[in-house]
């Protein structure tokens, strides 16, 4: 733009005659207008008055001892009172008016010295360029429905018999508004869906599985029972069986164990028991039973036949042979098969409780198998093979690898030798066919008994085993409970106890939780891929993108029920009446501002508006210039108010209106700029309710709002919109691109040889520092809008600035006229916004001389000493603090780093002594 022309000087008086100059006492009164301008480059402002009402009115009084203008000499008076002065005062103050705004119109013609918004959006006008107008911001609102009664089970099944009035499912239209709960200082905001959700109770808030049904396996040392009442304690006898067993009472499949720990938890309504060695061959659908009474055979407390007299012992015997002990003391008289027991044992009849009965000879364990392999003869060597039976130490019976040696349950390789081994102990089920109250009278004993009719295998083993026989009966279900599952969740695949039915692809999901590493509660926003079923309960969903750290499981809350939303509320408007005998016609939109969304265009925003003439939908251009006589288009215009208009064609730059009553209506949307970025947790006021949604919240603070483009920006961003062109080519294109989209504050590219080529990082901050992730309108828009603008052979890559704060100490010696407190204050104010992010650059450096410099142009200072300079935690004074650049570290991109003061207090701030 050519710049305005500056007014000449005018000569203050005529030459004066050779020999007069020095002392001037002929030049008589010069005239002090126009004053000679000059302004150097880079200046603020520009002065260009000529004069001003004081010079103005000098330069008439000079005028009138002009010999020039003989008819004014007779004027001899110069007082103000007289109506000539008066007159040429009434001069002096019209030019003084004028000039003064005609310096202020030459200001508003130039970019660097322009204040009013609309000076810029009329130069912009002149290179193409379009004032970014803001954009709103964005959330996603996780909504609750209230979840139907279940009809109660006494309930007749008859139509229309129960009619609860909350349905099963909603769908949450677009338009439903939400307004934000107000801080301090703050005004509410009103946000709208931007899309239709299915939603359902059931995916209100889906958790993972804390627990898993898990059936006993073989090496099982603990078990779960549902409840806490399940009267157990250590010491207590358990047992393991199936269908295998009770179609072959010789089938290995079940086991027995003596509980050592029994522990209640309440929180889950659970018991968990444990018992030391792990189990043996379990059935595939094992029973678990507690065995509640422990019994013995009827003549375990006879008195030793030894100690019998003489003549007891020949009167008992009635002529057989005396063998040694009591005649036929077995376990039972009846027979093989059969024990009596010391005992009535009510709880032991079948068809009761008792379906079982577990013989233990001596060491209660049952033998476990272990793992191993041949170590040469009577050895073998204990490892983690394939399963052997082992005979227990001391004992006949089978034994666990654990049982065997200390040395072979810490480590593989330990040895045990078979040879001449006897075990202590044997365990054999047998199932309870039968059971009868009997009396006996034997063994110098008498009383009632419980006689057992028992099947199983290898009866014969306790056969004449009374005294040493333990017999476990009054077996009683325990019902299991589900395993707990303690495993973090992280990745693509997080696990639900939900039914994957409905859950379909493109469904947005709000995922919460505690991160393992540092405690710190994670917010993602993902998008379901997929959700792979399990039961009908339960399902795993496939998210994107995945999540990038571990959250601990009982953290994880999935939110199902979401929608996008944007800040504003719709407007219908009837706009008036279109004239096709009218050029340019143009309305404007009553409600103010208009909302513009994030865009992947080249302003990166897009209004949220609709307009139909009649019921035909128009099209909105950048500008109308260059559309077609018949092209149903329109133009938006924003005045310094920040009004907006709908300018129409007239005929030959797009269509114009055709004449109609009230014909022209629109829709949009009001809401714009950084208020909408409201904390999380305060969209929580629902405006529209529909039937069965109980409440909505946003769990992540909304982002992205940003204010119309300042003059700042504008100053910063009007240059390089003529750079690019809307294209993106080179380096600097694609800095200059991103950093005058909308929502973008700062932007720096590099090239960064990456594994998978050069690609072309560009490191970007939002305004105040916002951060900007790939989950971020912006972010996504910007990215699509350079892979659109540029070479699409260009690996393209956006970072999110690391925002790095230093500290910083100092000492001032101050003007002792001047009050301690103000200063100090001062000089603090001076160096936070001299080290403010909107002040500071990425990648740019701290330098001590520079902060030096702003603390000594405070009025009041005389001195500064700088005493603290650094970053990070260990305090140090260092003369300059780096600021790193965008970079690879093992392969991975790192974006460039801002440096700003950190807003805690000064290290040290004080005056000099």
Known sequence: MNPLPLPEPKPRASPQPPGSECCGCCAGTAADTPQGLANRDGLSAIAYRIGDHAQFRDSLHAALSQA???????????????????????????????????ERIANESYLRTATERVSLQEMSKLI?????????????????????????????????????????????????????????????????????????????????????????????????????????KPGDAVLFVGDEFDRDPASRHWDFRILDDVALDADHDRTRIGWTHGLGEMPAHARLYALRKRAAVFGHNAPMWRSMSGDFRTGYLGGRKDRGDWPNFVLSPAGDGSVDLD???????????????????????????????AAGSGG????????????????????????????AAAATGARFSRTGARARGFVELFAIDAADDVSRAEFALSGKVTRLALRGANYARFKWHVRDTAVFVQSEPLVPADHPVTGDVGGARVPVAASADGLLPGRRLVVLGTRVRDGAKVVVHATLVAAHRIDGARCIL????????????????????VALASHGETVAQVLGAGDASQAFQRFELKQAPLTYRAAANEIGAAAALAVRIGDVAWHERATLFGAGAAERAYALNTDEQGRTFVAFGDGLRGARLPSGVNNVRASYRKGLGAAGNVRADTLTQLMSRPLGVRSVGNPRAAEGGTDPESADAARRNMPLATRTLGRAVSLVDYEDYARAFSGVAKAQA????????????????????????PSSTVWRHLLAALVASGDPHVSVRLLGAALVTFRLGLAIKRDPDYDAPQVLAAVEAALRAACSFDARELAQPVQL??????????????????????????????????AATARVQDGIALPAELLTLDPAPFDQLEVMP
Request: charged share 20%; hydrophobic share 45%; glycine share 10%.
């Open 343 to 373: 005992a009535v044992a009510a709880q032991a009849v079948p068809g009761r409780t008792g379906r079982y009965a577990v013989l233990a000879l001596g060491d209660y364990h049952r033998a476990a198998p272990s793992t191993g392999a």
């Open 750 to 773: 590099r090239v960064l040889p990456l594994p998978h080529g050069a690609t072309i990082a560009i490191t970007i901050a939002g305004p105040d520092g916002a951060a900007l992730s």
């Open 380 to 407: 073998w060597r204990v490892t983690a093979g394939a399963a052997r039976d082992i005979l227990r130490a001391g004992g006949g019976g089978l034994a666990g690898a654990g049982a065997i040696d200390p040395a």
């Open 849 to 882: 001389s520079g902060l030096i410099a702003v603390a000594q142009r405070v009025p009041g200072v005389v001195a500064v000493d700088v005493t603290r300079l650094y970053r990070g935690a260990a305090p140090a004074k260092q003369t300059r603090l780096l």
């Open 128 to 232: 193409g360029y379009r004032l970014r107008p803001g954009v709103a911001a964005e959330t996603w609102l996780a909504f609750a429905l209230d979840t139907p009664p279940a009809p109660p089970p006494t309930l007749a099944p008859e139509p229309g018999s129960f009619v609860t009035g909350v349905p099963s499912r909603v769908t949450l239209d677009a338009g439903l508004k939400v307004q934000s709960v107000p801080g301090p200082n703050e005004t509410p905001q009103t946000f709208e869906t931007l899309e239709a959700v299915d939603a359902r109770p059931e995916w209100n808030a889906m958790r993972p599985w804390m627990a898993r049904p898990r059936r006993p396996r073989r090496g099982d040392t603990i078990a779960y029972l549902a409840g806490v009442r399940n009267d157990l």
């Open 68 to 102: 020039a203008l003989p008819a004014l000499h007779a004027l001899r008076t110069r007082d103000d009172d007289d109506f000539t002065i008066g007159l040429i005062d009434a001069f002096a103050c019209a030019a003084d008016v004028l000039t003064f705004y005609q």
């Open 542 to 561: 496939e998210i994107a993108p995945p999540l990038a750290d571990a959250l601990a499981r009982d953290s994880v809350v999935v939110h199902g029920n």
